[in-house]
């Protein structure tokens, strides 16, 4: 079974300080769109809306029989 996962920059790593410089990190737990658990960043050239939506509909492409098959 594929494991998909959105990227999550851990505090106090290069990634997190490079993201907070560029104001790309959000502050806590309160995004109603997809909460931080899933990923802290906040992406470049889309909406949250968009990567969480994406991020669906990959989990559900490869989940299908025919991809399966095929793997």
Same mark, same amino acid.
């Given at each position: #079974?594929?494991?998909?996962?959105?990227?999550?920059?851990? %505090? @106090?790593?290069?990634?997190? *300080? &490079?993201?907070? /410089? =560029?104001? !790309?990190?959000?502050? @806590?737990?309160?995004?109603?769109?997809?909460?931080?658990?899933?990923?802290?960043?906040?992406? %470049? @050239? #889309?909406? !949250?809306? =968009?990567? $969480? /939506? @994406? *991020?669906?509909?990959?989990?559900? &492409?490869? !989940? /299908?029989? =025919?991809? $399966?098959?095929? &793997?």
């Amino acid at each position: #079974m594929p494991g998909i996962h959105l990227l999550c920059a851990p %505090q @106090g790593t290069r990634l997190w *300080y &490079r993201l907070q /410089k =560029e104001g !790309r990190l959000l502050a @806590g737990d309160d995004d109603p769109v997809m909460p931080r658990t899933n990923t802290n960043i906040i992406p %470049q @050239g #889309m909406t !949250r809306v =968009e990567l $969480f /939506k @994406g *991020y669906l509909d990959l989990h559900e &492409r490869i !989940r /299908k029989w =025919e991809h $399966f098959a095929a &793997r």
